[in-house]
């Protein structure tokens, strides 16, 4: 049973950074492409960022291109999102999320295993 579990989430200033963990159990971690996902009061889940199963690839929706960069370590079984420039449109909570469908780097809520979420606060 794969299991994700976020953390690193908190309450920052604008124009602050923040890095988000999220660390993968009961799989191969290198059979999954990760994604990072928001959803803030009242509003849909959506997209942030996602990665590869090797790292290879990378893909960002518009509004956090150049602030938010995805990474991540198969050794450890970890994905990272290192958020700068925080702004408070990004207030929400942040989950990870895990394919196990290699062959296409997925940007919709279509993710098989999901986290719990931690919660981003960017006061301004």
């Known amino acids: 049973q794969v299991q994700l579990v976020e953390s690193g989430g908190g309450l920052v200033q604008a124009g602050a950074s923040l890095r988000l963990s999220c660390a993968l159990s009961g799989g191969t971690f290198s059979r999954y492409n990760m994604g990072w996902f928001r959803q803030a009061p009242g509003k849909e889940r959506e997209f942030v960022a996602a990665?590869?199963?090797?790292?290879?690839?990378?893909t960002y929706s518009d509004s956090v291109k150049g602030r938010f960069t995805i990474s991540r370590d198969n050794a450890k079984h970890t994905v990272d999102l290192q958020m700068t420039s925080l702004k408070p449109e990004d207030t929400a909570v942040y989950y990870c999320?895990?394919?196990?469908?290699?062959?296409?780097?997925?940007?919709?809520?279509?993710?098989?295993?999901w986290g719990q979420g931690t919660q981003v606060t960017v006061s301004s």
């Open positions: 999320a895990a394919d196990p469908r290699l062959q296409v780097l997925v940007t919709t809520t279509k993710y098989d295993y």
């Open positions: 990665i590869n199963w090797s790292g290879g690839l990378t």
